[in-house]
């Protein structure tokens, strides 16, 4: 099935660093998302953007539309032990109903 | 207000078998969708029910089927399984179908159903 570029697949950083990544897509999406997994659960819902060009923060988590609206990044500053998990970027395309298309994930690891 | 709740939490099953996995959608939701993950495919979208009617569809075999019922609440079967059907399978809920075209319909998973295929 279709997926989202989605990159890095997996960072080690230290606590108190800033964490970027982005996804990149072929096709035109009306809405991003991004959701963190933890092991064992399903993906929780971190920041959705709905406009090209939107720049929306949610604690210490911001995230943009980008303005062609084939990509999106997530960025999340002064990184904590907790915020360890994989984060997912997905997409709603106009035609798709409520079929979201995810990205492969970025596994982030943060080291003490 | 509760969350997506799914059932069982985890199944082991054997080749040949059928399974019925139940999600409740979180309440006054009205839209359930249902996703697959692997570790080699990642999320992938099987279905997607509202009113009790299958609007969009994945490409996944006919042995995988759902329905959806008056109060909302979704199962899905998987008949005659394989090997390859071992995975999470997550399902998730917004109140209204169409997709997060407008705030306030976002997606929320469920903890999935961790499926094991002997």
């Keep these: ?112 | 207000k509760a969350g997506v709740t799914q059932t069982p939490r985890y199944l082991i099953k054997t080749r040949g078998q059928q399974v019925t996995l139940s999600c409740s959608p979180i309440s006054g939701h009205r839209s359930v969708s249902w996703y697959q993950q692997t570790p080699g495919q990642g999320l992938q979208f099987l279905f997607e029910y509202f009113s009790e009617t299958q609007r969009n569809k994945g490409n996944f075999p006919g042995r995988f089927s759902g329905r959806q019922f008056s109060n909302s609440r979704s199962e899905m079967n998987v008949s005659t399984l394989e090997l390859g059907d071992s995975a999470l399978y997550l399902c998730a809920s917004n109140p209204f179908a169409g997709g997060a075209l407008f705030m306030d319909n976002e997606q929320f998973f469920g903890p999935g159903t961790r499926l094991t295929v002997l």
Excluded: H
Excluded at chain 1, 1 to 12: A, E, R, W
Excluded at chain 1, 16 to 23: H, R
Excluded at chain 1, 38 to 57: F, M
């Design chain 1, 1 to 112: 099935g279709q997926q989202l570029n989605q990159s890095p697949q997996s960072m080690f950083i230290q606590e108190g660093e800033d964490v970027s990544m982005n996804c990149t897509s072929s096709s035109i999406f009306n809405t991003w998302l991004w959701y963190k997994q933890d092991p064992g659960e399903g993906p929780v819902l971190l920041i959705a953007l709905y406009k090209a060009g939107e720049l929306t923060s949610n604690g210490r988590l911001t995230a943009q539309f980008g303005i062609t609206r084939k990509d999106s990044f997530l960025n999340i500053s002064a990184s904590i032990p907790s915020d360890v998990g994989i984060y997912f970027c997905a997409g709603y395309e106009e035609t798709s109903g409520s079929r979201l298309t995810f990205g492969e994930g970025t596994q982030l690891t943060v080291n003490p």
